[in-house]
T-cell receptor, first 113, second 113 residues
Framework: KAGVTQTPRYLIKTRGQQVTLSCSPI?????VSWYQQTPGQGLQFLFE???????NKGNFPGRFSGRQFSNSRSEMNVSTLELGDSALYLC????????????FGPGTRLTVT | GQQVMQIPQYQHVQEGEDFTTYCNSS?????IQWYKQRPGGHPVFLIQ?????EVKKQKRLTFQFGEAKKNSSLHITATQTTDVGTYFC?????????????FGKGTKLTVNP
């Protein structure tokens, strides 16, 4: 079974720009969560989608948004990028509605200059 | 802020020494999960503990869930260089009627050969 895939793997953007990251979960997994990982803050939960509905949201500004499609693929968007948005963005999928074990993708390394 | 505390933040050992990381929650957890992230990699699910006082072993790794289901530990016997990485615990927390997985900040393990 193929693992979680994320595209692109690396991205360099300029302050003020926007970015869209993509995640394809493991086949059959309906829940997709997004995390931001930085050296100082660790793994911070952004949001979770289940069956195209956002089920939970972390404490991030409205510049961070996401969506999930009917095939469970998910995208997250960050608008008006700031230097502090530089991080590894990880997508994780799991099987069901409860917090089952998360299967992480390789991440997208975003650098904002 | 972080609701799952993990200590120590860093641990350096000589190969062959034992290693333990501890995870504490302010509230009772329905389950606790452990993940390992190798340098440059993404978190990989190791195990989930559900029952009070549960102990599970995976080769040289021993995982424990406290009787009150508020704390957990991961113990590695006779560390090897392949054990290098950051170990995270994670527990589900309810927010707004739905659960999200909250990660500790992790313990970074380095092993001197």
């Amino acid at each position: 079974k193929a693992g979680v895939t994320q595209t692109p793997r690396y991205l360099i953007k300029t302050r003020g720009q926007q970015v869209t990251l993509s995640c394809s979960p493991i086949s059959g997994h309906r829940s997709v969560s997004w995390y931001q990982q930085t050296p100082g803050q660790g793994l911070q939960f952004l949001f979770e989608y289940f069956s195209e509905t956002q089920r939970n949201k972390g404490n991030f500004p409205g510049r961070f948004s996401g969506r999930q499609f009917s095939n469970s693929r998910s995208e997250m968007n960050v608008s008006t990028l700031e230097l502090g948005d530089s991080a590894l963005y990880l997508c994780a999928s799991s099987m069901g509605q409860r917090t089952y074990e998360q299967y992480f993708g390789p991440g997208t390394r975003l650098t904002v200059t | 802020g972080q609701q799952v505390m993990q200590i120590p933040q860093y641990q350096h050992v000589q190969e062959g020494e034992d290693f333990t990381t501890y995870c504490n929650s302010s509230t009772t957890l329905s389950n606790i999960q452990w993940y390992k992230q190798r340098p440059g990699g993404h978190p990989v699910f190791l195990i989930q503990l559900v029952k009070s006082g549960e102990v599970k072993k995976q080769k040289r790794l021993t995982f424990q869930f406290g009787e009150a289901k508020k704390n957990s530990s991961l113990h590695i016997t006779a560390t090897q260089t392949t054990d290098v990485g950051t170990y995270f615990c994670a527990g589900p927390k309810t927010q707004g009627g739905s659960e999200k997985l909250v990660f500790g900040k992790g313990t970074k393990l380095t092993v001197n050969p």
